[in-house]
Protein backbone atom coordinates (compact mmCIF):
# COMPACT_ATOMS: atom_id res chain seq x y z
CA UNK A 1 0.00 0.00 0.00
CA UNK A 2 2.36 2.93 1.14
CA UNK A 3 5.35 2.25 -0.15
CA UNK A 4 7.04 4.57 2.39
CA UNK A 5 6.49 2.21 5.10
CA UNK A 6 7.83 -0.52 3.45
CA UNK A 7 11.17 0.65 2.51
CA UNK A 8 11.61 1.58 6.00
CA UNK A 9 10.52 -1.66 7.65
CA UNK A 10 10.94 -4.50 4.69
CA UNK A 11 15.22 -4.86 5.13
CA UNK A 12 14.80 -5.72 8.62
CA UNK A 13 11.65 -8.40 8.14
CA UNK A 14 12.30 -11.74 8.60
CA UNK A 15 11.11 -15.02 9.80
CA UNK A 16 9.19 -14.71 13.85
CA UNK A 17 9.54 -10.86 13.37
CA UNK A 18 6.56 -8.47 13.64
CA UNK A 19 4.51 -8.41 10.38
CA UNK A 20 3.20 -4.89 9.40
CA UNK A 21 -0.38 -4.51 10.27
CA UNK A 22 -1.42 -3.87 6.65
CA UNK A 23 0.29 -7.14 5.86
CA UNK A 24 -1.70 -8.95 8.51
CA UNK A 25 -4.88 -7.30 7.38
CA UNK A 26 -3.90 -8.49 3.52
CA UNK A 27 -3.28 -11.83 4.83
CA UNK A 28 -6.26 -12.39 6.08
CA UNK A 29 -8.27 -11.30 3.48
CA UNK A 30 -5.84 -13.67 1.26
CA UNK A 31 -6.20 -17.08 3.47
CA UNK A 32 -10.06 -16.48 4.41
CA UNK A 33 -11.50 -17.82 1.05
CA UNK A 34 -9.62 -20.90 1.93
CA UNK A 35 -10.02 -21.14 5.39
CA UNK A 36 -13.65 -20.76 4.68
CA UNK A 37 -14.22 -23.48 2.13
CA UNK A 38 -12.26 -25.77 4.61
CA UNK A 39 -14.31 -24.55 7.53
CA UNK A 40 -17.58 -25.60 5.78
CA UNK A 41 -16.80 -28.79 3.71
CA UNK A 42 -14.48 -30.27 5.73
CA UNK A 43 -15.20 -29.43 9.65
CA UNK A 44 -18.82 -29.11 9.11
CA UNK A 45 -19.49 -32.27 7.65
CA UNK A 46 -17.46 -33.89 10.20
CA UNK A 47 -19.17 -32.80 12.88
CA UNK A 48 -22.47 -33.51 10.41
CA UNK A 49 -20.83 -37.40 10.60
CA UNK A 50 -20.71 -37.05 14.48
CA UNK A 51 -24.57 -36.01 14.45
CA UNK A 52 -26.29 -38.53 12.02
CA UNK A 53 -24.55 -41.53 13.56
CA UNK A 54 -26.64 -40.62 16.90
CA UNK A 55 -29.96 -40.37 14.58
CA UNK A 56 -32.30 -43.06 12.28
CA UNK A 57 -31.75 -40.91 9.31
CA UNK A 58 -32.06 -42.46 6.15
CA UNK A 59 -31.46 -41.53 2.82
CA UNK A 60 -34.72 -41.81 1.52
CA UNK A 61 -36.13 -38.64 3.57
CA UNK A 62 -35.10 -35.56 5.53
CA UNK A 63 -36.86 -36.36 8.77
CA UNK A 64 -35.05 -37.82 11.56
CA UNK A 65 -35.28 -38.43 15.29
CA UNK A 66 -32.19 -38.83 17.71
CA UNK A 67 -31.68 -42.45 18.83
CA UNK A 68 -28.60 -41.80 21.01
CA UNK A 69 -26.41 -44.23 20.72
CA UNK A 70 -28.59 -47.09 19.38
CA UNK A 71 -26.54 -47.61 16.04
CA UNK A 72 -23.17 -47.99 17.88
CA UNK A 73 -25.07 -51.05 20.22
CA UNK A 74 -26.20 -52.25 16.95
CA UNK A 75 -23.21 -51.83 14.95
CA UNK A 76 -20.87 -53.57 17.82
CA UNK A 77 -23.67 -55.93 18.16
CA UNK A 78 -22.99 -57.08 14.49
CA UNK A 79 -20.83 -60.01 13.61
CA UNK A 80 -19.90 -58.28 10.20
CA UNK A 81 -19.15 -55.64 11.97
CA UNK A 82 -16.48 -57.31 14.14
CA UNK A 83 -14.92 -58.64 11.26
CA UNK A 84 -14.54 -55.57 9.20
CA UNK A 85 -12.93 -53.94 11.99
CA UNK A 86 -10.49 -56.79 12.74
CA UNK A 87 -10.11 -56.76 8.95
CA UNK A 88 -9.51 -53.02 8.56
CA UNK A 89 -6.25 -53.54 11.82
CA UNK A 90 -5.13 -56.98 9.95
CA UNK A 91 -4.96 -55.40 6.31
CA UNK A 92 -3.71 -52.22 7.58
CA UNK A 93 -0.98 -53.67 9.73
CA UNK A 94 0.62 -56.48 7.38
CA UNK A 95 0.43 -54.85 4.68
CA UNK A 96 2.08 -51.42 6.06
CA UNK A 97 4.69 -54.12 7.56
CA UNK A 98 5.74 -55.90 4.49
CA UNK A 99 5.72 -52.55 2.83
CA UNK A 100 8.23 -51.21 5.56
CA UNK A 101 10.05 -54.18 4.98
CA UNK A 102 10.43 -54.11 1.45
CA UNK A 103 10.65 -50.46 1.18
CA UNK A 104 14.22 -50.35 2.73
CA UNK A 105 15.38 -53.37 0.89
CA UNK A 106 13.98 -51.45 -2.46
CA UNK A 107 15.28 -48.07 -1.54
CA UNK A 108 18.67 -49.60 -0.26
CA UNK A 109 18.90 -51.17 -3.52
CA UNK A 110 17.87 -48.04 -5.63
CA UNK A 111 20.72 -46.28 -3.30
CA UNK A 112 23.34 -47.45 -5.91
CA UNK A 113 24.08 -46.23 -9.50
CA UNK A 114 23.43 -48.43 -12.12
CA UNK A 115 22.69 -48.21 -15.90
CA UNK A 116 19.01 -47.70 -16.54
CA UNK A 117 18.20 -46.70 -13.03
CA UNK A 118 16.11 -43.87 -14.49
CA UNK A 119 13.83 -46.42 -16.03
CA UNK A 120 13.88 -48.52 -13.21
CA UNK A 121 13.00 -46.10 -10.95
CA UNK A 122 9.78 -44.87 -13.34
CA UNK A 123 8.58 -48.25 -13.41
CA UNK A 124 8.48 -48.95 -10.07
CA UNK A 125 6.77 -46.11 -9.37
CA UNK A 126 4.00 -46.63 -12.17
CA UNK A 127 1.21 -48.31 -9.29
CA UNK A 128 1.26 -45.24 -6.72
CA UNK A 129 0.28 -42.94 -9.60
CA UNK A 130 -2.26 -45.10 -11.62
CA UNK A 131 -5.83 -44.35 -10.37
CA UNK A 132 -6.95 -47.28 -7.56
CA UNK A 133 -10.05 -47.89 -8.53
CA UNK A 134 -8.62 -48.69 -12.32
CA UNK A 135 -5.35 -50.21 -11.13
CA UNK A 136 -7.81 -53.00 -8.84
CA UNK A 137 -9.80 -53.87 -12.19
CA UNK A 138 -6.44 -54.98 -13.02
CA UNK A 139 -5.80 -57.24 -10.14
CA UNK A 140 -9.01 -58.96 -10.47
CA UNK A 141 -8.17 -60.20 -13.93
CA UNK A 142 -5.43 -61.32 -12.29
CA UNK A 143 -7.89 -63.38 -9.99
CA UNK A 144 -10.49 -64.46 -11.89
CA UNK A 145 -11.66 -67.59 -10.65
CA UNK A 146 -11.25 -69.41 -14.32
CA UNK A 147 -8.84 -67.76 -15.84
CA UNK A 148 -6.32 -66.73 -13.02
CA UNK A 149 -2.77 -65.82 -13.93
CA UNK A 150 -1.11 -66.98 -10.93
CA UNK A 151 -3.18 -70.26 -10.99
CA UNK A 152 -1.30 -70.75 -14.29
CA UNK A 153 1.76 -70.35 -13.00
CA UNK A 154 1.15 -72.27 -9.63
CA UNK A 155 0.23 -75.45 -12.02
CA UNK A 156 3.22 -74.89 -14.36
CA UNK A 157 5.22 -75.10 -11.03
CA UNK A 158 3.34 -77.80 -9.96
CA UNK A 159 2.18 -76.42 -6.50
CA UNK A 160 -1.31 -76.94 -7.83
CA UNK A 161 -1.73 -80.99 -8.21
CA UNK A 162 -4.72 -82.01 -10.84
CA UNK A 163 -8.07 -80.90 -9.92
CA UNK A 164 -6.47 -78.38 -6.90
CA UNK A 165 -7.61 -74.83 -7.28
CA UNK A 166 -7.34 -71.29 -5.92
CA UNK A 167 -10.53 -69.27 -6.35
CA UNK A 168 -8.72 -66.41 -4.77
CA UNK A 169 -12.10 -64.26 -4.20
CA UNK A 170 -14.44 -66.66 -3.52
CA UNK A 171 -12.57 -67.82 -0.45
CA UNK A 172 -12.28 -65.89 2.82
CA UNK A 173 -8.36 -66.25 3.61
CA UNK A 174 -7.56 -66.22 -0.35
CA UNK A 175 -9.39 -63.12 -0.75
CA UNK A 176 -7.58 -61.66 2.43
CA UNK A 177 -4.40 -62.21 0.36
CA UNK A 178 -5.57 -60.75 -2.59
CA UNK A 179 -6.60 -57.55 -1.20
CA UNK A 180 -3.18 -57.20 1.12
CA UNK A 181 -0.81 -58.08 -2.14
CA UNK A 182 -3.20 -54.69 -3.69
CA UNK A 183 -2.69 -52.63 -0.53
CA UNK A 184 1.49 -53.68 -0.77
CA UNK A 185 1.99 -53.25 -4.69
CA UNK A 186 0.05 -49.73 -4.51
CA UNK A 187 1.76 -47.99 -1.00
CA UNK A 188 5.73 -49.83 -1.85
CA UNK A 189 5.99 -47.33 -4.37
CA UNK A 190 5.22 -44.54 -1.69
CA UNK A 191 7.16 -45.39 0.90
CA UNK A 192 10.23 -46.33 -1.14
CA UNK A 193 10.33 -43.16 -2.10
CA UNK A 194 10.39 -41.55 0.79
CA UNK A 195 12.47 -43.77 2.29
CA UNK A 196 15.11 -43.19 0.01
CA UNK A 197 15.15 -39.62 1.16
CA UNK A 198 15.98 -40.70 4.46
CA UNK A 199 18.68 -42.41 3.04
CA UNK A 200 20.16 -39.88 0.86
CA UNK A 201 20.29 -37.01 3.64
CA UNK A 202 22.52 -39.57 5.81
CA UNK A 203 26.04 -38.26 4.59
CA UNK A 204 29.11 -40.03 3.54
CA UNK A 205 31.19 -39.02 6.00
CA UNK A 206 28.66 -41.24 8.49
CA UNK A 207 28.79 -44.06 6.19
CA UNK A 208 33.13 -44.43 6.06
CA UNK A 209 33.19 -43.39 10.14
CA UNK A 210 31.09 -46.47 11.02
CA UNK A 211 33.01 -48.80 7.95
CA UNK A 212 36.54 -47.45 9.62
CA UNK A 213 35.05 -48.06 13.49
CA UNK A 214 34.41 -51.91 11.74
CA UNK A 215 30.72 -51.49 11.94
CA UNK A 216 29.24 -54.25 10.09
CA UNK A 217 26.43 -54.28 7.71
CA UNK A 218 23.52 -54.97 10.26
CA UNK A 219 25.02 -52.95 12.89
CA UNK A 220 25.29 -50.11 10.39
CA UNK A 221 21.60 -50.34 9.07
CA UNK A 222 20.37 -51.33 12.26
CA UNK A 223 22.45 -48.98 14.95
CA UNK A 224 22.93 -46.25 12.28
CA UNK A 225 21.45 -45.86 9.28
CA UNK A 226 17.31 -46.35 10.98
CA UNK A 227 17.71 -44.35 14.08
CA UNK A 228 18.87 -41.19 11.78
CA UNK A 229 16.39 -41.58 9.05
CA UNK A 230 13.62 -42.53 11.79
CA UNK A 231 11.33 -38.93 10.78
CA UNK A 232 11.20 -39.70 7.44
CA UNK A 233 10.43 -43.77 8.24
CA UNK A 234 8.02 -42.41 10.71
CA UNK A 235 6.36 -40.29 8.14
CA UNK A 236 6.26 -43.25 5.53
CA UNK A 237 4.56 -45.40 7.67
CA UNK A 238 2.27 -42.50 9.32
CA UNK A 239 0.89 -41.90 5.70
CA UNK A 240 1.07 -45.66 4.65
CA UNK A 241 -1.31 -46.48 7.21
CA UNK A 242 -3.83 -43.50 6.70
CA UNK A 243 -4.00 -44.33 3.05
CA UNK A 244 -4.63 -48.41 3.59
CA UNK A 245 -6.91 -47.70 6.99
CA UNK A 246 -9.37 -45.32 5.15
CA UNK A 247 -9.51 -46.84 1.97
CA UNK A 248 -12.39 -48.75 0.45
CA UNK A 249 -11.88 -49.12 -3.30
CA UNK A 250 -9.74 -51.76 -3.31
CA UNK A 251 -12.24 -54.23 -1.04
CA UNK A 252 -15.12 -52.58 -3.18
CA UNK A 253 -13.91 -53.35 -6.49
CA UNK A 254 -12.39 -56.37 -5.48
CA UNK A 255 -14.25 -58.86 -3.63
CA UNK A 256 -17.43 -56.27 -2.59
CA UNK A 257 -16.52 -57.20 1.01
CA UNK A 258 -17.31 -60.92 0.36
CA UNK A 259 -17.69 -63.77 0.48
CA UNK A 260 -20.41 -64.07 3.52
CA UNK A 261 -19.01 -60.16 4.35
CA UNK A 262 -15.86 -61.94 5.19
CA UNK A 263 -13.38 -59.69 3.89
CA UNK A 264 -15.18 -55.72 4.43
CA UNK A 265 -13.49 -53.38 6.28
CA UNK A 266 -15.14 -49.78 7.78
CA UNK A 267 -14.93 -47.45 5.10
CA UNK A 268 -16.67 -50.58 2.75
CA UNK A 269 -19.11 -51.75 5.22
CA UNK A 270 -20.02 -47.83 6.04
CA UNK A 271 -20.79 -47.46 2.48
CA UNK A 272 -22.59 -50.86 2.20
CA UNK A 273 -24.42 -50.14 4.96
CA UNK A 274 -24.94 -45.91 4.72
CA UNK A 275 -25.24 -45.59 0.63
CA UNK A 276 -26.28 -48.75 -0.92
CA UNK A 277 -28.26 -49.43 2.05
CA UNK A 278 -29.97 -46.03 2.47
CA UNK A 279 -29.14 -46.37 6.53
CA UNK A 280 -27.81 -43.36 6.88
CA UNK A 281 -27.13 -43.44 10.87
CA UNK A 282 -26.22 -46.60 10.92
CA UNK A 283 -23.65 -46.13 8.14
CA UNK A 284 -21.77 -42.56 9.68
CA UNK A 285 -21.64 -45.00 13.00
CA UNK A 286 -19.51 -47.60 11.07
CA UNK A 287 -17.32 -45.02 9.78
CA UNK A 288 -17.01 -42.68 13.05
CA UNK A 289 -14.83 -46.31 14.22
CA UNK A 290 -12.03 -45.11 11.90
CA UNK A 291 -11.95 -41.50 13.84
CA UNK A 292 -9.80 -42.39 16.80
CA UNK A 293 -7.30 -44.23 15.02
CA UNK A 294 -7.07 -41.19 12.87
CA UNK A 295 -6.76 -38.86 16.19
CA UNK A 296 -3.84 -40.93 17.13
CA UNK A 297 -1.99 -41.04 13.76
CA UNK A 298 -2.41 -36.97 13.33
CA UNK A 299 -0.75 -36.59 17.11
CA UNK A 300 2.33 -38.84 16.26
CA UNK A 301 2.83 -36.95 12.70
CA UNK A 302 2.66 -33.25 14.77
CA UNK A 303 4.76 -34.55 16.86
CA UNK A 304 7.15 -35.65 14.57
CA UNK A 305 6.96 -32.15 12.78
CA UNK A 306 7.55 -30.77 16.07
CA UNK A 307 10.50 -32.65 16.85
CA UNK A 308 11.70 -31.88 13.31
CA UNK A 309 11.14 -28.04 13.92
CA UNK A 310 12.91 -28.29 17.19
CA UNK A 311 16.10 -30.43 15.58
CA UNK B 1 36.34 -50.98 0.97
CA UNK B 2 35.29 -52.17 -2.44
CA UNK B 3 38.78 -53.22 -3.75
CA UNK B 4 38.66 -55.34 -0.28
CA UNK B 5 36.45 -57.76 -1.79
CA UNK B 6 37.25 -60.38 -3.82
CA UNK B 7 36.14 -60.28 -7.38
CA UNK B 8 33.89 -63.65 -6.92
CA UNK B 9 31.80 -61.50 -4.07
CA UNK B 10 31.59 -58.46 -6.08
CA UNK B 11 30.34 -60.20 -8.73
CA UNK B 12 27.71 -62.04 -6.60
CA UNK B 13 26.78 -58.74 -4.99
CA UNK B 14 26.08 -57.00 -8.63
CA UNK B 15 23.48 -60.32 -9.41
CA UNK B 16 22.05 -59.69 -6.39
CA UNK B 17 21.32 -56.32 -6.90
CA UNK B 18 19.73 -56.70 -10.16
CA UNK B 19 18.04 -59.33 -9.28
CA UNK B 20 15.95 -57.37 -6.41
CA UNK B 21 15.83 -54.46 -8.92
CA UNK B 22 14.39 -56.30 -11.50
CA UNK B 23 11.84 -58.74 -9.36
CA UNK B 24 10.57 -55.63 -8.19
CA UNK B 25 10.19 -54.15 -11.51
CA UNK B 26 8.31 -56.93 -12.01
CA UNK B 27 6.11 -57.26 -9.58
CA UNK B 28 5.46 -53.20 -10.12
CA UNK B 29 4.15 -53.25 -13.67
CA UNK B 30 2.85 -56.90 -13.96
CA UNK B 31 -0.54 -55.71 -13.51
CA UNK B 32 0.36 -53.41 -16.60
CA UNK B 33 1.86 -55.82 -18.55
CA UNK B 34 -0.91 -57.68 -18.11
CA UNK B 35 -3.29 -54.92 -19.14
CA UNK B 36 -1.41 -54.52 -22.74
CA UNK B 37 -1.50 -58.08 -23.29
CA UNK B 38 -5.17 -58.56 -22.64
CA UNK B 39 -5.93 -55.54 -24.54
CA UNK B 40 -4.90 -56.87 -27.64
CA UNK B 41 -5.58 -60.37 -27.27
CA UNK B 42 -8.65 -62.17 -29.42
CA UNK B 43 -10.73 -63.75 -27.72
CA UNK B 44 -10.22 -66.92 -28.21
CA UNK B 45 -6.01 -66.48 -26.81
CA UNK B 46 -8.33 -64.92 -24.05
CA UNK B 47 -11.00 -67.36 -22.72
CA UNK B 48 -8.82 -69.83 -22.39
CA UNK B 49 -8.90 -71.12 -18.37
CA UNK B 50 -5.98 -71.75 -16.14
CA UNK B 51 -5.89 -75.33 -16.28
CA UNK B 52 -4.60 -75.18 -19.93
CA UNK B 53 -0.85 -75.41 -18.81
CA UNK B 54 0.01 -76.33 -22.99
CA UNK B 55 -1.39 -72.43 -23.36
CA UNK B 56 1.21 -69.97 -22.55
CA UNK B 57 -1.11 -66.73 -21.35
CA UNK B 58 1.81 -64.15 -21.47
CA UNK B 59 2.41 -64.75 -25.01
CA UNK B 60 -0.02 -63.54 -28.21
CA UNK B 61 -1.07 -67.69 -29.32
CA UNK B 62 -2.94 -65.87 -32.41
CA UNK B 63 -2.29 -62.66 -33.57
CA UNK B 64 -3.35 -59.56 -31.68
CA UNK B 65 -5.95 -57.49 -32.74
CA UNK B 66 -8.00 -53.77 -32.04
CA UNK B 67 -10.90 -55.14 -31.89
CA UNK B 68 -11.13 -54.40 -27.54
CA UNK B 69 -10.04 -50.79 -28.90
CA UNK B 70 -12.57 -50.84 -31.23
CA UNK B 71 -15.45 -51.61 -29.01
CA UNK B 72 -14.52 -49.04 -26.00
CA UNK B 73 -14.25 -46.06 -28.48
CA UNK B 74 -17.24 -47.04 -30.63
CA UNK B 75 -19.60 -49.10 -28.40
CA UNK B 76 -19.24 -47.75 -24.83
CA UNK B 77 -19.60 -44.44 -23.38
CA UNK B 78 -15.68 -44.10 -22.18
CA UNK B 79 -14.88 -40.82 -24.41
CA UNK B 80 -18.09 -39.38 -22.40
CA UNK B 81 -16.56 -40.65 -18.86
CA UNK B 82 -13.21 -38.88 -20.30
CA UNK B 83 -14.87 -35.76 -21.19
CA UNK B 84 -16.89 -35.44 -17.70
CA UNK B 85 -13.57 -36.48 -16.04
CA UNK B 86 -11.42 -33.33 -17.20
CA UNK B 87 -14.61 -30.92 -17.28
CA UNK B 88 -14.76 -31.89 -13.54
CA UNK B 89 -10.81 -31.28 -13.45
CA UNK B 90 -10.54 -28.37 -15.12
CA UNK B 91 -13.22 -26.37 -12.58
CA UNK B 92 -11.75 -28.23 -9.82
CA UNK B 93 -8.15 -26.76 -10.77
CA UNK B 94 -9.32 -23.38 -11.04
CA UNK B 95 -11.10 -23.63 -8.09
CA UNK B 96 -8.08 -24.98 -5.92
CA UNK B 97 -5.66 -22.48 -7.80
CA UNK B 98 -8.10 -19.20 -6.62
CA UNK B 99 -8.28 -20.23 -3.20
CA UNK B 100 -5.10 -22.18 -2.93
CA UNK B 101 -2.68 -19.19 -4.56
CA UNK B 102 -3.75 -16.62 -1.94
CA UNK B 103 -4.03 -18.90 1.17
CA UNK B 104 -0.26 -20.50 0.09
CA UNK B 105 1.48 -17.00 -0.44
CA UNK B 106 -0.38 -15.78 2.41
CA UNK B 107 0.93 -18.28 4.79
CA UNK B 108 4.36 -17.93 3.63
CA UNK B 109 4.38 -13.92 4.14
CA UNK B 110 2.03 -12.90 5.65
CA UNK B 111 0.97 -14.49 8.85
CA UNK B 112 4.13 -15.74 10.99
CA UNK B 113 4.08 -17.59 13.93
CA UNK B 114 0.45 -18.34 14.16
CA UNK B 115 0.29 -19.00 10.19
CA UNK B 116 3.07 -21.82 10.80
CA UNK B 117 0.31 -23.74 13.16
CA UNK B 118 -2.52 -22.91 11.04
CA UNK B 119 -0.30 -24.51 8.14
CA UNK B 120 -0.54 -27.45 10.03
CA UNK B 121 -3.92 -27.89 10.32
CA UNK B 122 -4.59 -27.10 6.97
CA UNK B 123 -2.73 -30.01 6.31
CA UNK B 124 -4.23 -32.25 8.61
CA UNK B 125 -7.54 -31.73 6.82
CA UNK B 126 -5.95 -33.99 3.81
CA UNK B 127 -6.10 -36.59 6.51
CA UNK B 128 -9.87 -36.74 7.33
CA UNK B 129 -10.61 -39.18 4.28
CA UNK B 130 -13.26 -39.74 1.88
CA UNK B 131 -14.63 -42.63 3.25
CA UNK B 132 -15.41 -40.74 6.72
CA UNK B 133 -17.23 -37.59 5.20
CA UNK B 134 -19.14 -39.20 1.86
CA UNK B 135 -22.24 -40.25 3.94
CA UNK B 136 -22.48 -36.28 5.38
CA UNK B 137 -21.94 -35.16 2.43
CA UNK B 138 -24.64 -37.31 0.48
CA UNK B 139 -26.94 -35.46 3.30
CA UNK B 140 -25.77 -32.13 1.86
CA UNK B 141 -25.60 -33.08 -2.06
CA UNK B 142 -29.31 -34.00 -1.71
CA UNK B 143 -30.37 -30.69 0.07
CA UNK B 144 -28.46 -28.59 -2.38
CA UNK B 145 -30.48 -31.10 -5.39
CA UNK B 146 -26.41 -31.81 -6.76
CA UNK B 147 -27.86 -35.80 -6.46
CA UNK B 148 -26.04 -36.90 -9.75
CA UNK B 149 -24.81 -34.04 -11.20
CA UNK B 150 -20.97 -33.38 -11.97
CA UNK B 151 -21.30 -30.36 -9.64
CA UNK B 152 -21.54 -32.17 -7.28
CA UNK B 153 -18.51 -33.51 -7.48
CA UNK B 154 -16.87 -29.65 -8.36
CA UNK B 155 -18.17 -28.34 -5.11
CA UNK B 156 -16.32 -31.60 -2.81
CA UNK B 157 -13.55 -32.47 -4.60
CA UNK B 158 -11.48 -29.02 -3.58
CA UNK B 159 -12.32 -30.27 0.16
CA UNK B 160 -9.06 -32.70 -0.95
CA UNK B 161 -7.20 -30.59 -3.04
CA UNK B 162 -7.12 -27.34 -1.65
CA UNK B 163 -5.35 -28.27 1.13
CA UNK B 164 -2.48 -30.13 0.18
CA UNK B 165 -1.78 -27.66 -2.83
CA UNK B 166 -2.59 -24.70 -0.19
CA UNK B 167 0.47 -26.81 1.60
CA UNK B 168 3.19 -27.13 -1.39
CA UNK B 169 2.33 -23.81 -2.55
CA UNK B 170 3.37 -22.59 0.67
CA UNK B 171 6.42 -24.46 0.92
CA UNK B 172 7.01 -22.80 -2.47
CA UNK B 173 6.31 -19.33 -1.93
CA UNK B 174 8.67 -19.82 1.10
CA UNK B 175 11.92 -21.00 -1.07
CA UNK B 176 11.77 -17.55 -3.00
CA UNK B 177 13.77 -14.68 -1.33
CA UNK B 178 11.77 -11.90 0.09
CA UNK B 179 14.23 -9.51 -1.91
CA UNK B 180 11.70 -10.27 -4.71
CA UNK B 181 8.98 -8.73 -3.39
CA UNK B 182 11.16 -5.80 -1.71
CA UNK B 183 12.13 -4.67 -4.50
CA UNK B 184 8.99 -4.22 -6.58
CA UNK B 185 7.71 -2.84 -3.82
CA UNK B 186 11.16 -0.61 -3.34
CA UNK B 187 9.72 0.73 -6.73
CA UNK B 188 6.35 1.59 -5.87
CA UNK B 189 4.30 -1.38 -6.23
CA UNK B 190 1.58 -2.61 -3.80
CA UNK B 191 2.20 -5.81 -2.04
CA UNK B 192 -0.81 -7.33 -4.52
CA UNK B 193 1.03 -5.71 -7.46
CA UNK B 194 4.28 -7.17 -6.31
CA UNK B 195 2.68 -10.70 -6.00
CA UNK B 196 0.91 -10.73 -9.39
CA UNK B 197 3.84 -9.17 -11.17
CA UNK B 198 6.93 -10.32 -9.62
CA UNK B 199 6.21 -13.58 -7.67
CA UNK B 200 3.59 -15.80 -9.55
CA UNK B 201 6.02 -15.21 -12.93
CA UNK B 202 8.45 -17.06 -10.64
CA UNK B 203 6.05 -19.49 -9.11
CA UNK B 204 5.09 -21.11 -12.93
CA UNK B 205 6.66 -23.90 -11.80
CA UNK B 206 5.13 -24.07 -8.36
CA UNK B 207 1.87 -23.62 -10.07
CA UNK B 208 2.23 -26.10 -12.74
CA UNK B 209 3.14 -29.05 -10.04
CA UNK B 210 -0.16 -28.19 -8.11
CA UNK B 211 -2.20 -28.34 -11.67
CA UNK B 212 -1.01 -31.56 -12.28
CA UNK B 213 -1.14 -32.65 -8.62
CA UNK B 214 -5.30 -31.17 -8.64
CA UNK B 215 -5.80 -32.72 -11.67
CA UNK B 216 -4.30 -36.53 -10.77
CA UNK B 217 -5.96 -36.34 -7.61
CA UNK B 218 -9.25 -35.64 -9.44
CA UNK B 219 -8.98 -38.11 -11.78
CA UNK B 220 -7.77 -40.86 -9.13
CA UNK B 221 -11.24 -40.23 -7.54
CA UNK B 222 -13.07 -43.07 -6.94
CA UNK B 223 -15.61 -42.76 -3.47
CA UNK B 224 -17.01 -39.30 -3.76
CA UNK B 225 -17.96 -40.30 -7.34
CA UNK B 226 -19.30 -43.57 -7.03
CA UNK B 227 -21.95 -42.03 -3.87
CA UNK B 228 -23.25 -39.16 -5.90
CA UNK B 229 -23.43 -40.39 -9.44
CA UNK B 230 -25.91 -42.59 -10.73
CA UNK B 231 -26.30 -42.17 -14.33
CA UNK B 232 -24.26 -44.14 -16.68
CA UNK B 233 -23.59 -40.62 -18.94
CA UNK B 234 -22.54 -38.35 -16.32
CA UNK B 235 -19.85 -40.72 -14.52
CA UNK B 236 -16.20 -40.24 -14.50
CA UNK B 237 -14.00 -42.70 -15.39
CA UNK B 238 -12.79 -44.16 -12.59
CA UNK B 239 -16.12 -45.35 -11.76
CA UNK B 240 -17.26 -45.70 -14.89
CA UNK B 241 -14.76 -48.09 -16.20
CA UNK B 242 -15.42 -50.42 -13.14
CA UNK B 243 -19.16 -50.01 -12.89
CA UNK B 244 -20.79 -49.48 -15.96
CA UNK B 245 -18.04 -51.35 -18.56
CA UNK B 246 -19.68 -54.51 -16.92
CA UNK B 247 -22.69 -55.54 -17.97
CA UNK B 248 -24.59 -57.86 -15.46
CA UNK B 249 -21.89 -60.74 -14.83
CA UNK B 250 -20.31 -60.75 -18.43
CA UNK B 251 -16.86 -58.73 -18.29
CA UNK B 252 -15.58 -57.72 -21.03
CA UNK B 253 -12.05 -58.02 -20.36
CA UNK B 254 -10.32 -56.88 -23.29
CA UNK B 255 -12.23 -53.58 -23.68
CA UNK B 256 -11.98 -53.33 -19.79
CA UNK B 257 -8.04 -53.55 -19.75
CA UNK B 258 -7.75 -51.07 -22.83
CA UNK B 259 -9.57 -48.63 -20.94
CA UNK B 260 -7.49 -49.17 -17.37
CA UNK B 261 -4.24 -48.78 -19.39
CA UNK B 262 -5.15 -45.65 -21.97
CA UNK B 263 -6.29 -43.86 -18.84
CA UNK B 264 -3.89 -45.05 -16.59
CA UNK B 265 -0.63 -44.54 -18.25
CA UNK B 266 -0.41 -41.37 -19.52
CA UNK B 267 -1.08 -39.74 -15.77
CA UNK B 268 1.75 -42.11 -13.99
CA UNK B 269 4.11 -40.79 -16.88
CA UNK B 270 3.13 -37.40 -15.91
CA UNK B 271 2.96 -37.85 -12.38
CA UNK B 272 6.57 -39.24 -12.72
CA UNK B 273 8.13 -36.07 -13.05
CA UNK B 274 6.24 -34.38 -10.52
CA UNK B 275 7.02 -36.69 -8.07
CA UNK B 276 9.83 -35.51 -6.06
CA UNK B 277 7.76 -32.13 -5.12
CA UNK B 278 5.14 -34.25 -4.30
CA UNK B 279 7.21 -36.37 -1.59
CA UNK B 280 8.82 -33.35 -0.85
CA UNK B 281 5.50 -32.18 0.59
CA UNK B 282 4.67 -34.88 2.90
CA UNK B 283 8.28 -34.94 4.24
CA UNK B 284 9.29 -30.86 4.90
CA UNK B 285 10.24 -30.67 8.09
CA UNK B 286 10.91 -34.58 8.64
CA UNK B 287 14.82 -33.81 7.15
CA UNK B 288 16.93 -31.47 8.00
Redesign the interface.
Known sequence: MTSTTAVSVAPTLHAGETIRRSDRRLGIVMLAPALLYIALLVAVPFLLALFLSLTNSSAGSLEFSFVGLQNFENVIASPVFRRALRNTFVFTFVSQLAVIVLGNVLARALMKSFHGKAIARFLILLPWAAPISLATLGWLWIFDSTFSVINWLLKVAGWLGPGQWYYWLGDPTLGMVAVIMIHVWRMLPFSTVILLAGLTSIPNEVREASAIDGAGLFSRIFRIEIPMMKPLLTVAVLFGVVFTFTDMSVVYLLTRGGPYNSTHVLASLAFQEGVLGGDVGRGAAVAIFLVPVLVVLAIFMLRTSRRAEVV | ?AAALSPVRRTAAVVV??A??LF??A??????Y??VV?SFKQNAD??????N?AHN??LFNIPPTLDHLRILFGQTLYLTWLRNTLFVGLVVVGITL???V??G???A?????W?ER?S?G?F??Y??????????????V??MQLQNSLWSLV??Y??FT??FC?WLLMGFFKSLP?EVE?SA??D?????GAIWRMVLPLSVPGLLTVVIFAL?LV??E??YS??FISSVQRMT???G??VALVRGDV?Y?GS??A??LI???P??VV??FF??RF??G??V????
Open positions: MHRTIFIFAIFPFWMTLYVGATVPFLLAPAYSLRLTGRGLIIMTLVPSTLLFIPFSRLSLLIPTVPTREMVGCSRVTIQFVLTVSVVPYWLMACTSIIAYNLDIAFTGAIK
